[in-house]
């Protein structure tokens, strides 16, 4: 096996991201018999070429490898190399298909993830199938480069392929990936003797080596020539200066093969036990435990309270696993750490045979803990100076402070994807649930905080999903329906209106067990308004009506002149005028007794609208000449404005054009813009 190499010093990165902007690409050896190859299969003649006809969808590039062998980073080089060509000018969009304890990702979070790097937010609560026709539709109008790293499967493949043969995807794999035609699989084993050789030079250096070339090929042998197990055994010879290369060939091959695990996979699994064995006591529970760091994703502090020691010593020990080929990082101000995906599987059953169970718990507990903690402080740094919520921030360790609401939100944009893992790690757990409803609620709000509740309602809607499973789960009626309320609103802002309305009865019902009365109002005002939107005006005044004898039998004034105006609306859409008519004045009172002058010269002016329809004007002028009057006590100049473009056109109706000209000249004069005037006239018009 000639001109082989592997990528294994790059910078990691998030799984399913992107390398950073402005990192320099990690040193690769060789492999140019496989990179000629793939380049050839680019080149290949499909079958649709052959037939004379332009191919329906993006070619399929598939590098196959075990864990460990450097398929990614063959993967990583390809790309850089055809991007470096200009041939795909709208660049590289990379997801990973698997998380680190081998669980494929479902297709929704693939799609939405690639939709990201597009630029494009998903609607909330969308299943796989609408993301990834999205990804499709984006992808058609692009000449780009998709990698799909560590695919399972074809199903999970076929639904992001590109309908645009100037797009190209690059998968990898451990095998064939059967159902996607015309994919002939890259298979890449371990590494040839002089690109091991030189992977461990890199290392450890060339003196190391020339000492005795024959037994660093002899080592490379025992490692099966794979890039992960060198990378180990080469980090394990650079913390020992003193030790020869003739040293860890000797103990790689005094240690005892897994008979359980397959002839391949065997030489890593000696390489990670010769390092890990190697490792202080407490070094070693810290990469055990790193097991559990959600979706493989950590960082200093994720260390630290899985281990229950300080910040910086976590720091350093994290340091010291990447020399030693353990871990990635990104190298960023804020350093955050994978654990590869080849090691993931060694590490877990490890972990579980070292340590207790209830320790594994407490440990979870102290990490999940922890990140509630940061969350609560990337929040409260928001707040103002002096505010409740600042100063018991201040009271927070050094190490959960951040020094400003910029840093807060950089290290939330950075750990993003490990804390939606938190997430659903702790639900996922069954045993931390009041942990985890305060996760999910502290994650909430710093997404809000931060990033505004409609660029995070994607993520919203999956944290409402995990709070409704522990509701359920838990048997809580109250969380049950504020988490229902919360999916139903966000599938009502995205059109899926009757799915919007199964949930608001559901709301109702579990508000109803909990007793609690303002679940039940708001969800029976929300049902009256998903009614409405489907064109049922009978159940939406109905629901409305039901909603507002409770509110008045509780005296929330707010809630009730809020009410009387969505009745007035539905019965106008109806045209039930009479009914629209009193539930328009009512709204107009209340809001009257409330003082929300603004809010009351709106209602008049709906009032005057219904009257129009009604075939009232003279009517409908004195009203909507009242509430001109009140709109310009409340100083709404854009509603003023409305306002005398309506009693305008009401004189015109009436015969009294001279007059009409004067208010629609006072409307020009409020305004001061013509373009505005008349996107205002012509709203007014259509009304």
């Given amino acids: 096996m000639t001109d082989q190499a592997v990528d294994t010093s790059g910078p990691a990165e998030a799984a399913g991201t992107e390398e950073p902007s402005g990192t ?7 492999r140019a018999r496989e990179l000629k190859a793939l380049r050839t299969d680019i080149e290949r003649a499909g079958l649709d070429t052959l037939a004379g006809r332009k191919a329906a969808r993006a070619r399929v590039l598939l590098i196959a490898g075990r864990p460990g062998s450097g398929r990614t980073a063959l993967a990583g080089e390809l790309t850089r190399r055809l991007l470096a060509e200009g041939d ?11 998380d680190p304890g081998g669980v494929p990702v479902p297709t929704e979070r693939t799609a939405r993830e690639l939709l990201d790097r597009m630029g494009v937010t998903g609607p909330p609560g969308a299943d796989g199938d609408e993301l990834s026709g999205m990804v499709r539709d984006e992808l058609a109008g692009r000449r780009a480069l998709l990698l799909l790293d560590d695919a399972v499967d074809a199903e999970q493949v076929d639904p992001l392929l590109p ?4 797009c190209l995807v690059v998968a990898t794999s451990e095998g064939p990936l059967t159902g996607i035609p015309g994919v002939r699989p890259c298979t890449i084993g371990g590494l040839d003797a002089g690109s091991a050789v030189r992977l461990l030079a890199r290392t450890i250096g060339e003196v190391r080596i020339t000492v005795d070339p024959r037994t660093a090929e002899t080592l490379a042998e025992e490692c099966g020539g794979q890039p992960a197990a060198l990378v180990m055994v080469a980090g394990w010879l650079a913390a020992r200066p003193m030790a020869s290369v003739a040293d860890v060939t000797k103990q790689l091959r005094e240690l005892p093969d897994d008979t359980e695990r397959s002839t391949g996979s065997r030489p890593l699994a000696r390489a990670f036990r010769l390092v890990h064995e190697s490792l202080p006591p407490t070094a070693a529970r810290i990469l055990r435990l790193l097991a559990l760091a959600p979706a493989g994703l950590a960082d200093a502090h994720t260390a630290s309270a899985l281990a229950g020691c300080s910040v910086s010593a976590a720091q350093t020990t ?7 080929g353990l871990l990635h990082t990104n190298g960023a101000d804020q350093p955050q750490y994978e654990v590869p995906g080849c090691l993931a599987p060694l590490l877990r059953p490890l972990l579980e045979s070292r340590d207790r169970p209830a320790e594994v718990q407490l440990a979870r ?8 903690r940061l969350l609560q402080s990337c929040r409260a740094v928001t707040e103002p100076e002096g505010s409740p919520a600042r100063r018991r921030l201040a009271g927070l360790p050094r190490s959960l402070r951040f020094p400003g609401p910029e840093a807060a939100a950089e290290w939330l944009r950075i750990r993003r994807p490990a804390l939606l893992a938190s997430a659903r790690v702790a639900v996922e757990d069954g045993e931390l649930d009041t942990l985890a409803r305060r996760l999910v609620s502290a994650l909430v709000r710093a997404l809000a905080v931060h990033r505004g509740t409609e660029a995070a309602a994607p993520e919203l809607y999956g944290l409402h999903g995990l709070v409704l499973a522990v509701a359920e789960r838990r048997e809580l009626p109250r969380e049950r329906a504020a988490a229902l309320l919360n999916l139903a609103d966000l599938d009502a802002r ?12 559901a709301a109702l019902d579990a508000g109803r067990a909990a007793k609690d009365l303002y679940a039940t109002g708001r969800a029976m005002e929300s049902v009256g308004g998903a009614y409405a939107e489907l064109g049922d005006f009978q159940r939406a005044s109905d629901w409305y009506g039901r909603a507002l004898a409770q509110r008045l039998t509780q005296g929330e004034r707010a809630d009730e002149a809020r009410l009387y105006g969505r009745l007035g ?8 005028y009479g009914e629209a008519l009193r539930n328009w004045r009512a709204a107009a009172a209340g809001y009257r007794r409330l003082g929300d002058v603004p809010a009351q010269a709106r209602a008049l002016s709906e009032a005057a609208r219904v009257q129009e329809y009604a075939g009232r004007p003279h009517e409908s002028l004195h009203t909507c000449q009242e509430a001109v009057e009140w709109a310009r006590r409340a100083g709404d100049v854009r509603l003023q404005a409305a306002l005398e473009l309506r009693l305008a056109d009401t004189l015109d109706r009436l015969g009294d054009p001279a007059a009409a000209g004067l208010h629609r000249g006072l409307a020009d004069r409020l305004l001061g813009q013509e373009g505005v005037t008349c996107e205002i006239r012509s709203a007014t018009t259509e009304n």
């Fill in 24 to 30: 320099a690409p990690p040193q690769f050896f060789g």
């Fill in 88 to 98: 795909h000018p709208d660049g590289l969009f990379r997801v990973r298909l698997t």
């Fill in 163 to 166: 309908d645009n043969p100037d």
């Fill in 318 to 324: 994290l340091d010291d696993f990447v020399a030693l």
């Fill in 365 to 372: 507990a102290r990490m999940l803990e922890r990140t509630v």
């Fill in 494 to 505: 995205t059109g899926r209106t009757r799915e919007a309305l199964a949930r608001y009865r």
């Fill in 569 to 576: 609306a539905v019965h106008t859409y109806a045209g039930r």
